[in-house]
């Protein structure tokens, strides 16, 4: 309960600075229409050539496409700016503030900065999902659904793992910001299913930049094509993200001289 009440202190926080500037909302909706536009054109003059890419149809893409933006936004929701936010405390010495406070360090970094006006794109995600689903004529069962939501869990735990990884680096390294230009750059292609890459892109997409995990394993599900053996990876993978990550962090602690050195 002490945890859910933070996060939503921290999610407070977030409403209150953004309403202070309330034209970020109308400029955020434009920028992600113009985003989903662009998205659903690139589909359209795609699939305007061919009937299938990689034996994926258009609506499944679509739906893809939906997964894409609500994983992109639950990202730049919470998990990208808490993550500037540590590297920025980092090379202030200004992290000293959330480690003298009673609670997990770590828990406290993942929330402490969140663009409200960023749920525009996990509802405009969940429309574009919705849709492509609607047209498909609804034909998922409750396990399809049980199963979307696992590895959606799973992808996210693992992207956030990822992100906090290439966060704490700045332990030792102060400027890894191109780090994180080449990460969102590589996740633009989670926008196509992994499978159409070639396979050393493949690879990278899947375990060096863990995209794969986030997007199209939980498309794979919505489309019948998620197998057992995806599952158990993504399962194990996440626990295994999860626990490194942490182990990771309290490594770069120790690192941490703080401004008071």
């Known amino acids: ?32 229409l113009l985003s ?3 998205a659903i054109g690139g589909l359209a003059i795609v699939f305007s050539h061919t009937d299938s890419l990689g034996g994926w149809q258009a609506v499944d893409i679509l739906a893809l496409l939906g997964v894409f933006m609500f994983v992109g936004g639950i990202i730049r929701l919470v998990i990208q700016p808490s993550m500037a936010q540590l590297m920025e405390d980092v090379r202030q010495g200004t992290l000293d503030f959330t480690l003298t406070k009673p ?3 770590q828990f406290l970094i993942s929330i402490s900065q969140v663009r409200i006006w960023r749920v525009i794109d996990i ?11 609607i047209y498909r004529g609804l ?17 996210g735990a693992i992207i956030y793992s990822f992100w906090l990884m ?11 910001e191109n780090i994180l230009v080449i990460f969102q750059s590589m996740y633009e292609a989670g926008r196509w299913p992994i499978g159409i890459y070639p396979h050393w892109l493949r690879f990278v997409l899947t375990f060096l ?13 919505l489309s019948g094509r998620l197998t057992t053996e995806s599952i158990v ?4 993978l996440s626990i295994f993200m999860l626990a490194f990550s942490r182990w990771f962090w309290k490594r770069g602690l120790k690192n941490y001289s703080g401004a008071s050195a």
């Open 103 to 105: 609670r997990d360090a």
């Open 166 to 176: 290439l966060a704490t680096l700045t332990f030792w390294f102060l400027r890894i």
């Open 1 to 32: 309960m002490h945890h859910l009440s933070l996060i939503w202190t921290f999610f407070r926080i977030g409403i209150l600075n953004e309403l202070a500037y309330r034209i970020n909302f109308y400029v955020q909706l434009l920028q992600s």
């Open 233 to 236: 990876i993504s399962i194990v």
């Open 123 to 133: 509802f405009l995600g969940i429309a574009v999902l919705l849709t492509a689903l």
């Open 36 to 38: 989903l536009g662009t």
């Open 139 to 155: 034909d998922i069962g409750f396990t399809d659904v049980l199963l979307f939501v696992l590895v959606l869990f799973t992808g």
């Open 209 to 221: 930049v863990p995209v794969a995990f986030a997007i199209t394993v939980p498309a794979e599900a």
